[in-house]
């Protein structure tokens, strides 16, 4: 399943949930197709896994995690 937009409006995101996306500082080029790599990785961790050791991603990071830290 390929989502087309990151859940990235700080509403629900972990504050440790780190993307390529975060560290990209241009315009954004509406011409451009977005990537869709959904490459994700926890910072506390510093791998695709979280404390918990269940995967992170934009959409299972959130509240109903115990290691979840809200923005």
Do not use: I
């Amino acid at each position: 399943m390929e989502v087309s937009k990151l859940n990235t409006n700080g509403k629900n995101r972990c504050a440790r949930l780190r993307f390529k996306g975060l560290f990209v500082e241009t315009v954004p080029d509406p011409t451009v197709p977005p990537g869709n790599d959904r490459l994700f990785w926890c910072n506390r961790t510093q791998t695709c896994l979280g404390p918990d050791g269940r995967t992170v991603d934009d959409l299972e990071c959130t509240h109903l995690r115990p290691c979840y830290e809200r923005l």
